[in-house]
């Protein structure tokens, strides 16, 4: 198993860019999620799946999208960047039966956004 | 809404002596909690979670957490630190629904 990965690891962007974060696992898992990590802020939820075709908001949704058209595949599309994106993205997965259950996380984007 | 506090941004210990990395939590209902940890330059790895039963949760890699409900807690303990242990330690809660908070992040060195 691969587990959950990520492409690119780094990318610069300047501002009003859009591109689009790719997240993939092969664990067959229900559950993906999108979070970013600042400094001093831990992890904040983006958007997160709980199966194809359904998406929904989390915390800090505004400036990205999401779609989930497969169970393996999740990407994030950041449709005009700006500054304040500059961050560390992270995919995550995991089963949905019976309760919460631990994420397993990629490896991380690092997007700079000039 | 649910939160999660790490009231030290760092903790320094010497190797072979007790570990702790405080956690409380706030959220509506029954909590699930988690620990992560995150190794330099890599993604989170789970160590140990509660969803109900024992107080006492053991995890990965010699890692304990005790579950408070009282003092809404949930302390992550290690009884001798490794050095390999230096690490960013996040303690994270669910509640009802579909979202997982997480604190801002204890930094953990553990030296020689």
């Known amino acids: 198993n691969a587990g959950v990965t990520q492409t690119p690891k780094f990318q610069v962007l300047k501002t009003g860019q859009s591109m689009t974060l790719q997240c993939a696992q092969d664990?067959?898992?229900?559950?993906m999620s999108w979070y970013r990590q600042d400094p001093g802020m831990g992890l904040r939820l983006i958007h997160y799946s709980v199966g194809a075709g359904i998406t929904d908001q989390g915390e800090v949704p505004n400036g990205y999208n999401v779609s989930r058209s497969t169970t393996e595949d999740f990407p994030l599309r950041l449709l005009s960047a700006a500054p304040s994106q500059t961050s560390v993205y992270f995919c995550a997965s995991s089963y949905w039966t019976a309760g919460p259950n631990e994420q397993f996380f990629g490896p991380g984007t690092r997007l700079t956004v000039l | 809404a649910q939160s999660v506090a790490q009231p030290e941004d760092q903790v320094n210990v010497a190797e072979g002596n007790p570990l702790t990395v405080k956690c409380t939590y706030s959220v509506s209902g029954n909590p699930y909690l988690f620990w992560y940890v995150q190794y330099p330059n890599r993604g989170l790895q789970f160590l140990l979670k509660y969803i109900t039963g024992d107080n006492l949760v053991k995890g990965s890699y010699g890692f304990e957490a005790e579950f408070n409900k009282s003092q809404t807690s949930f302390h992550l303990k290690k009884p001798s630190a490794l050095v390999s242990d230096s690490a960013l330690y996040f303690c994270?809660?669910?509640?009802?629904?579909?979202?997982?908070?997480f604190g801002a992040g204890t930094t953990v060195t553990v030296r020689a």
């Open positions: 994270a809660v669910r509640g009802n629904d579909y979202k997982l908070s």
């Open positions: 664990m067959n898992h229900e559950y």
